[in-house]
């Protein structure tokens, strides 16, 4: 998708977002913060969504003396934004209610901002000193519970900080940060031709979805449009993979629960979903099948076979789902806990199966252009409640409606060409925008060339970023016990919003 690029002034970029970010819009259809950033220190870069219209604007804006004033205390969507803006690129968000670093830890300098290049004011130093602070709870018999990063199972880390009073958390505040690989920096270090190896693997996890919005935003610096029957296999890709992952988590939270069996059953399930993957694209987590251009090539016969694994799979899912929604128990579990309502949720700029559980009708499928949607998007699964139950139910549902979608897609694909040639060289100066809806919501990825062509800014923003805060607001006041099941339910990735 092609951005339109408009400069402003500090000044006048608060008042285009005064008039055009919507306020408690459950449907999405005024314009919403997509991304925030920087190019190199010298500037914010600030990218609204048109869900109503498909389109977006890019809008840039220069920073005067290496600050400029915090705006999370009228939108609170930004203020994560606001804090690894300032670890990237040291620009300060004046008068942020919790101005502290998001992702570097204490052992780099206080001075260091890896994604900066220009440079630092005269006498410059860090406001903000790199050992971190908790926020305290204060109160008679309130105590810490500190979880993290290490965890008992095999997944990646993270801080929990717990303020609780008894078995009741008043607070959680979630430090992040571990993951840090430095991504979006070697996005730019790479020849663009290659970077689609580094840009897939942001969250391994969601091979097939960022190596489709890497794709999208190469392609539409280009100005190319990739065969028709490239687009059907992308989605048929990045449907497979929102398939194996719903699967697996939806036995995630059964595990929680206690439902050992089941959990079981979706595990072996998941595995026959991701040999579809492997069916199309030669591997289990669809690595290196969508390039920009296109696609590899697939056989018909394997797409026969797929679509022949979608019945076997939705006979299969049946009854095991049916066993887990009709087990009264594991419902009580669910129901009424880990809840975010519909307001907060919008207010916190919310996507993906969170914000569908909590009465948000926003799926990127029904709204931006990405393989065959919106022309293949499925109805919206949308859930009221907001708690550990509708956010199940938002994954089921589109568990069926994905297996549906597949089956469309594999029915109506034409013939001809999986891919096009690419350019040798990206047109100077221009900025491209991949927005594709992955299997935890909204994902982005940002793209500007340089003077020669060549990458010179390129941001990520993972859907994890928009719901980390999510899990501190729905469990507040809830039990201990509870943290395990909710978190699962979101479902987040630690190394995608760390990059």
Avoid at 184 to 202: D, M, N, Q
Avoid at 209 to 222: D, G, T
Avoid at 453 to 473: E, H, L, Q, V
Wanted: charged share 25%; aromatic share 8%.
């Amino acid at each position: 998708m092609k951005p339109e690029h408009i400069e402003l002034s500090q000044q006048d970029m608060a008042k285009v977002l005064k008039e055009r970010l919507a306020k408690s819009s459950s449907q999405r259809t005024g314009q919403r913060l997509g991304l925030m950033t920087s190019i190199d220190g010298g500037q914010l870069i600030l990218l609204l969504l048109d869900p109503h219209e498909g389109t977006c604007q890019l809008i840039e804006s220069p920073v005067q003396n290496n600050a400029y004033k915090a705006m999370t205390s009228n939108y609170a969507q930004f203020h994560w934004f606001e804090r690894a803006i300032f670890d990237m690129f040291g620009i300060i968000a004046e008068g942020h209610p919790r101005f502290k670093h998001l992702l570097l830890h204490e052992q780099y300098d206080r001075n260091f901002f890896p994604l900066r290049k220009q440079p630092l004011p005269e006498g410059f130093s860090s406001p903000v000193e790199r050992a971190y602070h908790f926020l305290e709870v204060q109160g008679e018999g309130v105590y810490e519970l500190p979880v993290g990063p290490i965890h008992a199972g095999v997944i990646e880390p993270g801080h929990f900080r717990f303020s609780c009073f008894g078995e009741t958390i008043v607070n959680l505040e979630i430090r992040l940060g571990y993951l840090h690989r430095g991504v979006e920096k070697r996005l730019t270090e790479v020849p663009w031709r290659k970077a689609h190896f580094v840009a897939e693997a942001a969250a391994t996890d969601t091979a097939a979805a960022n190596a489709l919005a890497h794709a999208e935003a190469i392609e539409s610096i280009a100005q190319i449009d990739v065969p028709q029957r490239a687009r059907f296999l992308r989605t048929i890709a990045l449907e497979i993979e929102r398939l194996a992952m719903h699967i697996i988590d939806v036995g995630g939270i059964c595990t929680d629960i206690g439902l050992l069996g089941i959990a079981a059953s979706m595990a072996r399930l998941r595995g026959k979903a991701l040999g579809m993957g492997d069916m199309l694209s030669g591997s289990r987590f669809l690595r290196g099948f969508i390039i920009p251009g296109g696609t590899r090539k697939v056989e018909e016969a394997k797409l026969s076979e797929i679509r022949t694994t979608c019945g076997q799979l939705r006979k299969d899912l049946q009854p095991v789902i049916a066993m887990l929604l009709e087990n009264q128990m594991a419902v009580e579990r669910m129901q009424n806990v880990g809840v975010i309502s519909k307001s907060l949720a919008d207010e916190f700029g919310l996507v993906g199966v969170g914000a569908r559980g909590a009465g948000i009708s926003y799926d990127v499928r029904q709204h931006f252009t990405h393989g065959m949607y919106p022309q293949y998007a499925p109805p919206v699964v949308m859930i009221e409640g907001g708690d550990i139950f509708a956010r199940e139910r938002v994954r089921i549902g589109e568990i069926w409606s994905t297996l549906d979608t597949i089956e469309k897609l594999i029915a109506d694909i034409p013939a001809g060409e999986e891919k096009i040639e690419m350019p040798t060289v990206l047109p100077k100066m221009a900025w491209g925008v991949g927005i594709v809806e992955a299997f935890r919501g909204e994902l982005i990825h940002l793209i500007g060339t340089d003077m020669e062509g060549n990458i010179r800014r390129y941001a990520i923003k993972d859907p994890s970023f928009d719901n980390w805060t999510a899990i501190s607001i729905a469990i507040r006041n809830q039990l201990i016990a509870d943290f395990p099941l909710c978190n699962k339910s979101f479902a987040l990735s630690y190394g995608g919003n760390d990059l």
